[in-house]
């Protein structure tokens, strides 16, 4: 077990992590057990035991078929961690740092929308954990509670801004005003998500928590967006459903945008925030990285968006290895999509990515549990990753690096029972 008296715990800068296995085990001799299994099969089917139909629909929900969703997973199999022995493991830190953050470990909390139907706090018990832990929070423009809100939950915490871009650009700037005087120094955004996937439950059941005026409060607490809804004569006190329907249909609007765009944007955030970062999400080709970089982002999330947008799509931790190739050098690259564990979180940055975005787990914590669900889930995380570390044999961040993985032949070797993993 992690020793509490271990002199490294004194020197290192972020907690021992590995301690809450520990206390885990111990648990039992206080008459208690740990609250529940952080297995990702196993959390999963807790969490679809514990929500309603359509949260757990939504929640799990892929494009089409799920094959996207599943080549994530068979993308993280094929590369495989090499431990190293005798490595004095007892000075390891987990610390990281982004966009001038230092911060518990290269693991954030990926944007995710109308947490409510997961919690009835929606995201606030999340941005309250994320701060605890020293994480960085990336709240999502389809969130379901305000960002001034959300702000006052993540109090000193390290905080990001996921825009979905209207196609109304004085809403546009007054979501990006609002979280910058929120204390979100960062913007990060989603190119995949004009529009939802096709995704085959939530269709079949008419599954959209937006249109049953459910988790619009980030859209009804926005001041160019109440004028907009004077203007249509909509009242959301008394037709939430029409309110929750207009704001959604501002954000996810069906109607692309193209990278013509992007300096506008890109040039309204920098002023508004004083010359933060910009970035880009669902980058998933080298020509777009390309691109992205000519245009000088700040940075990309290498994402598929856990496999909800485009089904048959190729696996984000494949397209991750050709970035990092070709650009790596160049910019601040991110990874999101499939992430389930420890070791997941270790490969993608031995292929290459600098900061590692978790959702579902998370997800599934605040469903089973809210506020400490989130905590149990997120610190087991941790735990498991300072443990992995310590016996792996890597002292930090920066040894995690293409040599410390060995990578098999893309043979698509899983079985699809094996997807929901």
């Known amino acids: ?12 800068s972020t907690p021992q992590w590995a301690l809450y296995q520990r206390e885990n085990f111990w648990k039992p001799n206080e008459g208690e057990v740990p609250i529940f299994n952080t297995d990702p099969g196993k959390l999963e089917e807790l969490a679809k035991e514990k929500l309603t139909q359509g949260g757990w629909y939504y929640a799990s929900s892929n494009a089409g078929v799920s094959w996207t969703h599943l080549a994530n997973r068979q993308a993280f199999y094929r590369h495989r961690i090499i431990p190293r022995m005798l490595v004095d493991t007892n000075t390891r830190d987990t610390c990281s740092e982004i966009f001038g953050h230092k911060v518990s470990a290269p693991i954030g909390f990926a944007p995710i929308g ?118 249509a004569g909509i009242d959301p006190k008394a037709d939430p459903q029409r309110a929750g329907q207009m704001w959604i249909d501002n954000v996810w609007h069906g109607r692309a945008w193209s990278w013509e765009k992007m300096p506008w944007l890109m040039k309204e955030w920098r002023r508004i925030s004083g010359g933060k970062p910009f970035c880009l999400k669902g980058i998933q080709s080298v020509e777009d990285a390309k691109k992205a970089v000519e245009l000088g ?93 310590d016996v792996g044999g890597y002292r930090n961040i920066e040894e995690i690096t293409k040599e410390a993985i060995d990578s098999l032949p893309n043979s698509s070797s899983l079985m699809a029972e094996k997807s929901k993993l």
Not at 117 to 133: D, N, S
Not at 152 to 162: D, E, S, V
Not at 313 to 328: Q, R, T
Not at 352 to 358: D, E, L, Q
């Open 1 to 12: 077990m992690s020793d509490p008296k271990n002199p490294n715990i004194n020197q290192r």
């Open 114 to 231: 109308i947490n409510k139907i997961y919690h009835p706090l929606g995201e606030l018990p999340v941005a309250k954990v994320a701060k605890e832990l020293n994480l960085a929070y990336c709240l999502s423009t389809a969130g379901s509670n305000s960002i001034e809100d959300v702000a006052a939950a993540n109090g000193q915490g390290p905080r990001f801004y996921q825009l979905y871009m209207p196609h109304d650009d004085e809403l546009t700037l007054s979501l990006l005003q609002r979280a910058w005087d929120s204390g979100f120094d960062a913007c990060i955004l989603t190119l995949d998500t004009w529009q939802l996937g096709w995704r085959h439950d939530d269709v079949a059941t008419g599954n959209y928590a937006f249109y049953r005026g459910i988790g619009a409060d980030l859209g009804l607490t926005d001041p160019v967006f109440k004028k907009r809804l004077a203007e």
């Open 297 to 389: 982002v700040d940075g990309i999330v290498v994402s598929n968006h856990a496999g909800r947008q485009v089904d048959g799509a190729v696996a984000s931790l494949d397209a991750l290895e050709k970035i990092v190739k070709a650009v790596g050098d160049k910019t601040y690259i991110m990874y999101d999509s499939g992430v389930r564990s420890a070791s997941d979180v270790f490969k993608a940055l031995a292929l290459g990515a600098k900061f590692v975005f978790v959702g579902r787990l998370w997800v599934w914590g605040l469903s089973i549990m809210g506020e400490h669900g989130v905590r149990h889930v997120m610190r087991s995380l941790l735990s498991e990753f300072d443990i992995l570390m």
